[in-house]
C-alpha cells in the first residue's frame, strides 16, 4: 500500500511569491497526479506525469522517480491560486487498486 | 463538451434512510471512478468501473455500499442505510483510458444526521 506524504499542510505567501509543495511516496508508481481543488469547487486535473517534468502557464510538475518524490511550483503567485492542491500516485498495472491514492492535500492561500 | 455531471450537488438524510448518487461522466469516456473524502482525512478510491463491468471494488466500505453502471454510460452509488459515518463528499471521475488524465465531477455533499 502506497503512502503519500504532502508538505507542508498550510502555506500562506504574499502575491508573487515563488511557492513550492512536495510530496513523496513509498512504493513505485505508474503515474503521479497533481489535482487543484478552489474553495466550494470541484477537483482539477492540473498535471499527469511519470518523469522528468511538464509545465503549463505558471505550474511548473516534477517528478525524480528514483527518489520518489515529486514538486509542484508556482511562479509569480496570485490570489486566484489559493486552493487546495492535491498529489495523488497511481501504483503499477495489477499492483492493486486502480484507483489513485491521495495525499491529504496543501491548503494554499495568496495574500495580495 | 460537458464535463463529469454529479447530482445531486448537496443531500441531507437521517441515519437509516436510503440515498442515491448520480454521475454522468464525460462521453466516450469508459473509466469510471468513485472516491470519497471524509472531514479531515484525504480522498480514498471507492471503485472503478470500465464501461458497464466493475474492475475494481476493493475500496468499498461495506456491503451498505451498492454501485451500478448499467449499459456503460452514468453511474449510480446507493447507500443503504446510510450510517453517521457515511457523510462526506462524494466525487465521481472519468477517463478515456485506464491510466490515463482524469476529469473529477464537482461531488455530492452527503450529510447523514
Known amino acids: 500500500k502506497n503512502e503519500v506524504e504532502q508538505s507542508p499542510q498550510n502555506l500562506t505567501a504574499q502575491e508573487g511569491e515563488f511557492i513550492t509543495i512536495n510530496c513523496s511516496y513509498s512504493?513505485?508508481?505508474?503515474?503521479l497526479h497533481w489535482l487543484q481543488q478552489h474553495p466550494g469547487g470541484g477537483i482539477v486535473s492540473l498535471f499527469m506525469l511519470s518523469s522528468g517534468k511538464k509545465k503549463h502557464g505558471r505550474l511548473i510538475a516534477t517528478i525524480n522517480i528514483q527518489e520518489k518524490h515529486s514538486s509542484l511550483h508556482i511562479t509569480a503567485s496570485h490570489p486566484r491560486d489559493s486552493a487546495v492542491y492535491i498529489c495523488a500516485v497511481r501504483g503499477h498495472s495489477g499492483g492493486g487498486a486502480d484507483g489513485l491514492t491521495f495525499g491529504k492535500g496543501t491548503h494554499l492561500i495568496i495574500q495580495p | 463538451e460537458a464535463g463529469v455531471t454529479q447530482f445531486p450537488s448537496h443531500s441531507v438524510i437521517e441515519k437509516g434512510q436510503t440515498v442515491t448518487l448520480r454521475c454522468d461522466p464525460i462521453s466516450g469516456h469508459d473509466n469510471l471512478y468513485w472516491y470519497r473524502r471524509v472531514m479531515g482525512k484525504e480522498i480514498k478510491f471507492l471503485l472503478h468501473?470500465?464501461?458497464?463491468?466493475?474492475?475494481?471494488e476493493s475500496g468499498m466500505p461495506n456491503n451498505r455500499f451498492l454501485a451500478e453502471r448499467t449499459g456503460g454510460t452514468y453511474s449510480t452509488l446507493k447507500v443503504q442505510p446510510a450510517e453517521l459515518e457515511d457523510s462526506g463528499v462524494y466525487f465521481c471521475a472519468s477517463s478515456p483510458l485506464r491510466e490515463g488524465k482524469l476529469f473529477f465531477g464537482s461531488g455530492t455533499q452527503l450529510s447523514v444526521l
Open positions: 512504493v513505485g508508481i505508474s503515474a
Open positions: 468501473f470500465v464501461k458497464e463491468s466493475k474492475q475494481d
